[in-house]
C-alpha cells in the first residue's frame, strides 16, 4: 500500500471514529435518561391536564333509552325493540352477600382494594383500539361501571380515557358498595336484562334476593359474553365456556375467603330456565332479528353496545321474498299438519335459508312455525345431518383432485361404479357397506343416474376412490361446517351437523361457479355515534369453475330426470339435491337456479328440542322425504320469488364428462360402446320400483355389461350389511377406525 493510500485510509477512520464519538455524545445514558423522565413528566402533566378538565357527567341515555330499528332491504321496518329498558333497581342490601361476591370474583378480584382503575388493562385496550384489534376486557368494576352508566360502549380510544378519569373520581366520590349497586344493576346480562332483578327473572324466574351461589355465579359469568354464555342458545363451545367460568368464579370465592371448599364441592351449575321472547318478535320476525344480532357481534358490535339502544340496523332481507317463502311453508306444509291431533305432526320443524349466489345476501329466511312458539332458529341450527345433500360435494372432490377410480378411469358424470346395494366398499380401511334406498339394487351405473336416484353404494365408493380428507378439505373450502366430521366414508352419505343456512351457502358456491359465496343478512349498521360497515366477505375461488359447474350439470339431472322431479318447472332452470336422513329424522332439498340458492328442510323434533325423532307418517303421508315437502316448499317459494317467468339459464362450461371402461373383452360382449351422450340404461332398470324415483325403462339396444372400476366386491367374506334408507346413514362396521357412525 502507497503512502497515499495509507493516508486515505486514515482519514477514513478518522471520520468514522468523528461521526461514532458524536453519536455517543448525542445519546449518552444521562441524555437518555432525561429523554425518559421529560416524557413522563410531560405525560403526567399531560393527565393532569386532562383530569382537571374531564368532569363527571351525569347519567348517561340509559334514562333516556331509545330503540332500535330493524329494517326490510328496501328500508321499511321490520321491528322495533328496546322501547323501554327491562331493568328494576334494587338496593345491595337484597343481593345476597355470596352472590356480590361471586360478581367480584369473577370481574375483579381487587376491587375492594384497587383505586377503581387497572392501568395496565386500560393501556392494553387503548393499544388495541388504535391497532384495530377491537375491545379488549381488564377493565375493573369500577370502570365498567362508569362505562354503563356515564359513557357509551363505542370502543375508541376517547371514551377510554374518559372512562380512566372519571373511574378515579367516582372511587373518590363513592363507596365501594355504591359503585358494585351500581354496577351490577346497570350491567347488561342477554335476553333484554338489564340488572340484577331483571336478569334473575329472565333466567331463573325469581327475585334477584333469591338467587343462590350457583345462580350468582352464573350471572356474574354471563357478562363476559351475554349471548354466547346463555345456556338456551349456546353452542357446545359456548356451554363449556360459560361452564369453565362459572367454576372459575367459584375458585377465586373459595381464594378470596368467601367459599369454603367444602361449601364449593357441594355446588351443581345452575342452568337456567328456557327464554321467554320479547313482545313484537311473533313471526319470522324475532328469527331474522336473531340472526341479524348474532351477525353483528361477529362485526364488532357486542350485545351491550345494542341494547344501548340508538341504532338502525338494515337487514338484506327481500320483502317480498320473505312474503314468498312464510307463504311456500304455509301452503306446502302447515296447511297440511294436524299439530294439536297428530303427534307426529307435533314434532314437524321447517327451516329453510335463501341466498343471492352473487353477493351471498339472505334474501328469505325461515326458522319455525312462529318464534315465541319456538326459540330455536330451524334455518340456522346445526344439530341435524344435511344427509345426501353432502353427496354431490363428493363429485365435486373427485372432480377437484381429478381422482380416479379404483381401476384408474378418471371419474365424471359417465363414469360407471357398481350400484349394488349392501357392496362392501373397495380400498378402504374402514369397512363399509351402505345399503340402498328400499334395498335396490343398480348393477352397472352411471354417476349421472346415481346422482339422479342418490345411491348410496356408488358415493360410498366416490368417497374412498377420492379419500374422505379429500373429500372433506373440499367440503370445508366450500363452506360446510367442521362439526362432528370425521374421515371416514361414512360421511359421504352426509353424517355431520349443518344449518339450512350453511348448505345455502355451499350450494349457492355451486351456483357461483366455485366462487365462495358467505351467507350474510347484515347491510348496515348505523348508530348517532357511530356507524360499523359489515365486512365484505372474502370471494375467493373455493373451486374450480369446471368442477362446479360439472357438479351443477349432474344436479340439473336430479330436477329433470331424478329425486328432485317435484321441484321441476318450464319457468326455471334448476339444480337441486335431495336427502333423507337415517330413520327419517331430517329431510332437505337444496336448490338453485341461476338467480337464487335456497335449501328447505324438516327436523323431527320431540321433547321440548331435546330428541330427533322421525318424520314418518308427517301429514299422515308416510315417509317424510327430501323429495316430498322440502321439494314442493322449494318449488313454490322459487316460483314466487322469481315472479313466475322464464328465468335465467346455467351458463356451464368445461363439464367433465368421465371416462367409461372398455368391456372385458371384445369376444364376450358386443362391439358398440355408449358414447359421453348416451349412456348405459338396462342395467339401471331397477329390480324393485323405488319409492322415490321414477324408473328407468331402456329405450335403446342393450350395451356391453360393464365391469365396474374395481369396485366388484373383494373376494374376502362379505360384510354383513347395516340398516339404511334412501339417503341415510347406515354405519360403519366396527374394525380398523370403523366405529359405527350413526
Do not use: C
Not at 506 to 524: F, W
Not at 685 to 699: K, V, Y
Request: glycine content about 10%; charged content about 25%.
Amino acid at each position: 500500500m502507497g503512502r497515499a493510500d495509507a493516508r486515505r485510509a486514515q482519514a477514513q477512520e478518522s471520520r468514522r471514529a468523528a461521526k461514532s464519538g458524536g453519536i455517543r455524545r448525542l445519546f449518552t445514558w444521562k441524555k437518555l435518561l432525561g429523554m425518559f423522565f421529560g416524557i413522563v413528566l410531560l405525560g403526567m402533566g399531560a393527565f393532569g391536564a386532562l383530569y382537571l378538565y374531564v368532569d363527571v357527567p351525569a347519567a348517561n341515555a340509559m334514562a333516556e333509552r331509545q330503540s332500535n330499528v330493524y329494517k326490510y332491504s328496501d328500508g321499511t321496518v321490520l321491528a322495533r325493540t328496546g322501547k323501554g329498558v327491562n331493568r328494576q333497581i334494587v338496593d345491595l342490601d337484597e343481593v345476597p352477600k355470596k352472590v356480590q361476591h361471586a360478581f367480584v370474583a369473577a370481574e375483579n378480584k381487587t376491587f375492594y382494594k384497587d383505586q377503581g382503575v387497572d392501568l395496565k388493562g386500560t393501556t392494553r385496550g387503548v393499544l388495541n383500539t388504535l391497532s384495530g384489534k377491537g375491545k379488549q376486557g381488564g377493565s375493573t368494576i369500577t370502570q365498567q361501571y362508569v362505562k354503563n352508566y356515564y359513557l357509551t360502549q363505542a370502543p375508541t380510544v376517547s371514551r377510554k380515557l374518559q372512562e380512566l378519569v372519571i373511574s378515579l373520581k367516582i372511587d373518590q366520590q363513592m363507596s365501594k358498595d355504591q359503585i358494585l349497586a351500581g354496577y351490577i344493576n346497570t350491567a347488561y346480562y342477554g335476553r333484554g336484562a338489564s340488572g340484577i332483578q331483571a336478569a334473575a327473572q329472565a333466567y331463573y324466574g325469581i327475585d334477584a334476593k333469591d338467587l343462590n351461589v350457583s345462580q350468582g355465579a352464573y350471572l356474574a359469568s354471563l357478562l363476559q359474553a351475554p349471548s354466547q354464555y346463555d345456556w338456551a342458545t349456546a353452542t357446545d363451545t359456548g356451554k363449556k365456556l360459560v361452564k369453565e367460568r362459572w367454576a372459575y368464579t367459584l375458585r377465586n370465592m373459595v381464594e378470596m375467603d368467601w367459599l369454603t371448599e367444602s361449601e364449593k364441592a357441594k355446588l351443581t351449575f345452575a342452568k337456567p330456565q328456557k327464554p321467554k321472547p320479547a313482545a313484537g318478535m311473533e313471526g319470522q320476525t324475532g328469527y331474522l332479528v336473531e340472526a341479524a344480532n348474532r351477525e353483528l357481534e361477529k362485526q364488532g358490535v357486542s350485545a351491550a353496545d345494542r341494547e344501548a339502544g340508538g341504532w338502525t340496523f338494515t337487514l338484506t332481507i327481500d320483502k317480498k321474498r320473505q312474503q314468498a317463502l312464510e307463504k311456500a311453508v304455509d301452503d306446502q306444509l302447515e296447511s297440511k299438519l294436524d299439530r294439536e291431533g297428530n303427534k307426529v305432526d307435533a314434532t314437524v320443524q321447517a327451516g329453510a335459508t335463501s341466498v343471492d349466489p352473487k353477493t351471498g345476501k339472505v334474501v328469505a329466511l325461515y326458522g319455525g312455525e312462529d318464534y315465541i312458539k319456538h326459540y330455536i332458529s330451524n334455518a340456522t341450527r346445526q344439530d341435524y345431518q344435511p344427509a345426501s345433500t353432502f353427496k354431490p360435494l363428493v363429485l365435486a372432490s373427485a372432480l377437484e383432485n381429478e381422482s380416479e377410480t379404483q381401476d384408474g378411469s378418471l371419474i365424471g358424470l359417465n363414469t360407471i361404479y357398481d350400484g349394488t346395494s349392501k357392496r362392501p366398499v373397495v380400498g378402504s380401511d374402514t369397512p363399509f357397506a351402505p345399503q340402498n334406498q328400499d334395498d335396490r339394487d343398480y348393477g352397472p351405473i352411471s354417476v349421472q343416474k346415481a346422482m339422479n336416484s342418490s345411491v348410496n353404494s356408488v358415493f360410498a365408493q366416490m368417497i374412498v376412490d377420492v379419500t374422505p380428507a379429500k373429500a372433506k378439505e373440499t367440503a370445508l373450502a366450500l363452506g360446510v361446517p367442521d362439526k362432528n366430521f370425521p374421515e371416514r366414508p361414512a360421511v359421504t352419505l352426509g353424517t355431520m351437523n349443518a344449518s339450512t343456512w350453511d348448505m345455502a351457502g355451499v350450494y349457492a358456491t355451486l351456483d357461483n361457479h366455485g366462487q365462495k359465496v358467505t351467507p350474510h343478512i347484515l347491510q348496515s349498521a348505523e348508530h348517532r355515534d357511530r356507524t360499523v360497515n359489515p365486512e365484505k366477505p372474502k370471494r375467493e375461488q373455493a373451486i374450480s369453475r369446471a368442477s362446479a359447474d360439472t357438479v351443477t350439470k349432474a344436479l340439473t339431472g336430479v330436477v329433470d330426470a331424478g329425486s328432485g322431479g317435484a321441484a321441476n318447472s318450464p319457468a326455471y332452470d334448476a339444480a337441486a339435491k335431495t336427502g333423507t336422513s337415517e330413520n327419517n329424522k331430517s329431510a332437505w332439498f337444496a336448490g338453485y337456479t341461476p338467480e337464487l340458492t335456497t335449501v328447505v328442510a324438516l327436523f323431527g323434533e320431540g321433547d321440548g328440542g331435546r330428541k330427533q325423532v322421525s318424520l314418518t307418517g308427517t301429514a299422515n303421508s308416510g315417509r317424510a322425504s327430501g323429495s316430498g315437502f322440502p321439494a314442493r316448499i322449494w318449488a313454490d317459494y322459487t316460483l314466487g320469488a322469481l315472479d313466475g317467468g322464464p328465468g335465467k339459464t346455467f351458463d356451464l362450461q368445461d363439464v367433465e364428462r368421465g371416462e367409461v371402461p372398455a368391456p372385458p373383452t371384445p369376444s364376450d360382449t358386443p362391439s358398440e360402446e355408449p358414447s359421453e351422450s348416451e349412456e348405459p340404461t338396462p342395467s339401471d332398470t331397477p329390480s324393485q320400483t323405488p319409492s322415490e324415483t321414477p324408473s328407468e325403462t331402456p329405450t335403446t339396444p342393450a350395451p356391453p355389461t360393464i365391469s365396474p372400476p374395481a369396485t366388484t366386491p373383494p373376494t374376502s367374506p362379505e360384510i354383513p350389511p347395516l340398516p339404511g334408507d334412501d339417503d341415510g346413514q347406515p354405519g360403519e362396521r366396527p374394525g380398523g377406525n370403523g366405529a359405527a357412525q350413526q
